[in-house]
């Protein structure tokens, strides 16, 4: 054996491979942590009120969050369930489901599109809001606008709010506010 093949057995292997197998290890272990999901069964239910956009006053409902919430590392979240409103019955569990995917956005909110519907149709109805915990809710129905000549139909943003937790116009305005939902004027954004 010569001088520098013995100095590396005694030495162990390089640095440069120390540092590639290190490498190698840490690339592994954020794929798999990319994989491993987070599920969590959710079941909520909060007092709301239902507000039109330039009203005096807001209608007391129920808001409940039931189902599946899925949470993966470097992804958007996913819900499975329903999100039942005492003032709309096709919301209910027994009537359709509600698939929601919470993309996160700036201001600390994730957003989602609430679909309902029995597999494979859904039925939009809102854009729902709702801080990263799940614990405030922001729902903003669509109005379905008929179209001019070819008999379809398309859904825009309507001008009423579900906000929960709040029992009065009051505390919604409050909660919105927070989140910046509201214009200076006291409009909806």
């Not at 909520?44 to 807001?58: C, I």
């Not at 937790?165 to 509201?182: G, I, V």
Request: charge should be negative.
């Amino acid at each position: 054996m010569n001088t520098e093949q013995t100095t590396a057995k005694r030495h162990g292997p390089s640095r440069v491979t120390t540092v590639i197998c290190l490498a190698l290890i840490l690339c592994a272990a954020l794929v798999i942590a990319r994989m491993v999901k987070f599920r969590s069964q959710v079941d909520v239910t909060l007092p709301a009120v239902l507000w039109e956009d330039g009203e005096t006053t807001a209608v007391n409902t129920t808001l409940h969050f039931h189902g599946e919430l899925v949470k993966q590392w470097g992804q958007d979240d996913s819900f499975s369930g329903y999100l039942e409103l005492e003032d709309q019955p096709f919301t209910s569990e027994e009537a359709s489901k509600a698939w929601l995917t919470m993309a996160r956005e700036d201001g600390g909110l994730n957003r989602g599109l609430l679909e309902y519907g029995k597999f494979p149709a859904h039925t939009p109805f809102g854009e729902l809001y709702t801080d990263r915990e799940y614990t405030q809710f922001f729902l903003f129905p669509f109005e379905r606008v008929p179209g001019e000549d070819d008999g379809t139909s398309t859904y825009v943003a309507g001008s009423s709010v579900y906000v929960a937790p709040a029992e009065s116009l009051d505390e919604a305005k409050t909660l919105l506010e927070s989140y910046n939902l509201l214009m200076p004027d006291g409009s909806l954004r």
